[in-house]
């Protein structure tokens, strides 16, 4: 009987166009084992020793064909956002919540039909959702609001059945078959588009290996972080690449014919974007820190100060002190990375000095980003690198 599900199931979505539109899903179900289980409402996905099991009614969708690629997209995200097999996602205060938290997760990136009114981020923006959100990041948000009683979730339904991520317990091994299902995707070779094949559930393989690897519940150490500061102009050399085309030397004719070779110019006094989170979270002791810091940089590079709390306040040049900032509201990390403030710019790198309290942007900017993070709070943005300033 798998046999035959798996053979109508590749025949509606050949017929859906589904392999050429998602050939880096196609991918991923080419690892699963699928079966026919009328015990399901629509579909599922669960773990049986070492696979991955999608369960298929098809009866539900000899009816209702026209679901069949958006759920079929849902039960991937379930999976390569580690729901089946993380267990912090269970171990959790308002299962409940999570349930809710990992639904809108999968329903995410989603554009085909599917049953019912499935919940969405923009329908709990007022509780600090955002797009591109981890399933744990949501999780609290939620959590913080029913905490605080301003959370009154309206009543919803989930597009599959989710006996199975409720009962699943990780060994151990959940999350490396998962990595072996992403090693099934063809390798990035470039910044690609959010409908690359390789991008799935909106993140490339690395976000994705990121998430699963990465307890949220455990903030990332505070290492080395004055060194990494000191280190980014270094690394940002490094990572360019100006060369000149040089002619052999006359003065040397037996060199006459040899293919030119390539001379590395000194690359210019770098430019760099330093944002300061300013808003009123941000403590008076912590902004001192930072203005140390930042005097250390001036002698590698040419700087640029932008005070930004839920907006860019005031932008400058470095002149030896930060005095005065200008701030003191909310949190938007998003504004100093929009295209025309930096194109107006042109850094050659930004470090963002934040205590991570705010939303960033859904993509990663063309520029390298180092995130110096002042709070305990985990932060879970998937681009850029992280380093933590420790308090005092």
């Known amino acids: 009987m798998n046999r035959d599900c798996s053979q109508w199931l590749a025949t509606q979505l050949a017929r859906a166009g589904f392999y050429v539109r998602y050939p880096g899903y196609v991918c991923l179900l080419a690892g699963l084992v699928v079966t026919d289980d009328p015990t399901v409402a629509a579909m599922a996905v669960s773990r049986v020793n070492d696979r991955f099991r999608l369960h298929v009614n098809l009866g539900f969708f000899q009816a209702k064909a026209r679901f069949l690629p958006g759920i079929l997209l849902h039960e991937i995200h379930h999976l390569v956002l580690g729901h089946l097999t993380r267990p912090e996602l269970r171990e959790v205060a308002f299962p409940d919540l999570m349930e809710l938290a990992m639904e809108i997760a999968a329903n995410e990136y989603i554009h085909e039909p599917l049953p019912g009114a499935p ?13 591109h959100q981890s399933t744990w990041e949501r999780y609290e948000r939620l959590a913080n609001a029913r905490r605080d009683g301003t959370l009154r979730v309206r009543l919803w339904r989930a597009v599959d059945d989710h006996r199975f991520l409720a009962a699943a317990a990780d060994d151990g091994r959940g999350t490396a078959l998962v990595e072996t299902l992403l090693a099934r995707l063809p390798r990035e ?3 690609l588009p959010s409908e690359s094949p390789t991008r799935i559930a909106g993140r490339t393989p690395g976000e994705l290996l990121l998430l699963l690897r990465t307890d949220p519940r455990r903030p990332p150490p505070a290492l080395d972080w004055r060194q990494a500061i000191a280190a980014f102009p270094a690394r940002l050399r490094a990572s360019q690449r100006d060369f000149s085309y040089a002619r052999p030397n006359r003065r040397f ?22 944002a300061i989170d ?14 140390r810091q930042v005097s250390l940089l ?5 700087i640029t100060i932008v005070e930004c709390d839920a907006a860019i306040q005031r932008v400058h040049p470095y002149t030896g002190a930060i005095r005065d900032l200008r701030g003191r509201g ?11 403030f930096l194109a107006s710019h042109s850094p050659d790198g930004i470090l963002y000095f934040t205590d991570g309290e705010g939303p960033w942007p859904a993509e990663a ?3 390298p980003t180092l995130w110096i993070l002042t709070g305990p709070m985990h932060f879970a943005c998937p681009w850029g690198r992280q380093v933590r300033m420790p308090a005092g």
């Open 298 to 302: 001036a002698s590698h590079a040419t």
């Open 278 to 291: 300013t808003s009123s979270s941000m403590e008076e002791e912590t902004l001192v820190q930072i203005a």
């Open 253 to 274: 004719p037996n060199r006459v014919g040899e293919i030119p070779g390539r001379v590395r110019r000194p690359i210019g006094h770098l430019g760099l974007l330093v």
């Open 189 to 191: 070779r470039s910044v």
């Open 330 to 340: 909310g949190t938007d990390l998003r504004p100093v990375f929009e295209p025309a």
């Open 119 to 131: 919940p969405r981020w923009e329908e709990y923006r007022r509780f600090g959702l955002e797009a």
């Open 365 to 367: 900017p063309t520029i």
